[in-house]
């Protein structure tokens, strides 16, 4: 299968490396932060600077956008979660929940789950922007966080270089790559989970409360850093330090396209972050160049 790949947008304007995207409701405009602790609102309608929602003293690393309170919530490290309202651009709230680093925010309805640096999950409760609890997962950073659909399990990505399992109440550990966990993501159907390492190794696993490994495929160069769905579940794509984004066949589990400088104009240093917006066609990655690209994918489905 033949994919064509056209760089539709170039986002400069970061003053450091970018490692958080998230999505809106609109499936024209995302946000972006990172090192300078710029928090950026874009729209793809307009070629151009995009608008500055807040700017914090320290760098972000995650970002969640909560559709039904429609919240931004950024993790800001050393510090805590803020709050902020992109539509109004203000602040609603903020929380103090942690002097480590935040690496990863996740959602089930209106528990938000927070992936710390000292091996700590927190639960916030976003109704009354209350801290609910928190499970000491590992000694280690947790790095990333994966709900399914059904949000019967939960899965957490770790520096140990296992994945530890949340469901119904028990907490599972699961040795899983050579080197740290820094991506878990499953598809939209829940039934299978992704997992990308520093080892540049894509593994596939299987089941809910057991989870069982699959495949596992040595997908890039160097650290995979992300891992994303598109809508309809037959492709995903991911993102790595190697400087590419590479698109795949879910189903086929097959390299379909890898999308780098020398021949798409891409990233000229690692990429961080990526995401696959509301239109099937295009994804949105971010990099240590300080850069946003936008593609636009022509796909035979």
Not at 212 to 225: G, Q, R, Y
Not at 263 to 271: C, N
């Amino acid at each position: 299968m033949k994919i064509k790949v056209k760089k539709i947008h170039h986002f400069r304007g970061h003053r450091d490396s970018i490692y958080a995207l998230a999505k809106s409701d609109s499936p024209n405009v995302f946000f972006s932060s990172g090192g300078d602790g710029l928090v950026v609102k874009w729209d793809l309608n307009k070629n151009s600077d995009g608008k500055v929602l807040a700017k914090l003293e320290n760098s972000v690393y995650a970002m969640h956008y909560h559709p039904g309170k429609g919240l931004l919530i950024i993790g800001q490290n050393n510090e805590g979660l803020h709050f902020i309202d992109p539509t109004q651009r203000k602040a609603v709230k903020s929380l103090k929940i942690t002097d480590s680093f935040i690496f990863d925010i996740n959602s089930v309805g209106e528990l938000v789950y927070v992936a710390c640096g000292d091996g700590r999950l927190a639960m916030i409760d976003l109704n009354e922007f209350s801290i609910k609890g928190s499970i000491q997962i590992s000694h280690n950073s947790l790095r990333s966080i994966a709900v399914n659909h059904e949000g019967s399990n939960i899965v957490i990505g770790s520096s140990d270089n296992h994945i530890y399992n949340y469901y119904e109440g028990e907490l599972l550990s699961v040795p899983a790559h050579k080197n740290s966990v820094f991506k878990v993501a499953f598809s939209k159907d829940g039934q299978t989970l992704l997992s990308g390492s520093r080892d540049a190794h894509l593994n596939f696993w299987t089941g809910h409360r057991d989870l069982v490994l699959e495949e596992s495929i040595p997908a890039h160069m160097f650290t995979i850093n992300d891992i994303h769905f598109r809508s309809d579940n037959m492709y995903f794509a991911t993102a790595s330090k190697d400087k590419t984004l590479k698109i795949w066949d879910f189903k086929e589990r097959k390299l379909l396209k890898v999308i780098d400088h020398a021949r798409h104009g891409g990233h000229i240093s690692s990429v961080n972050k990526l995401i696959w917006i509301n239109n099937k066609n295009r994804v949105v990655s971010a990099s240590d160049d300080r850069t946003i690209c936008v593609w636009d994918l022509e796909l035979n489905d």
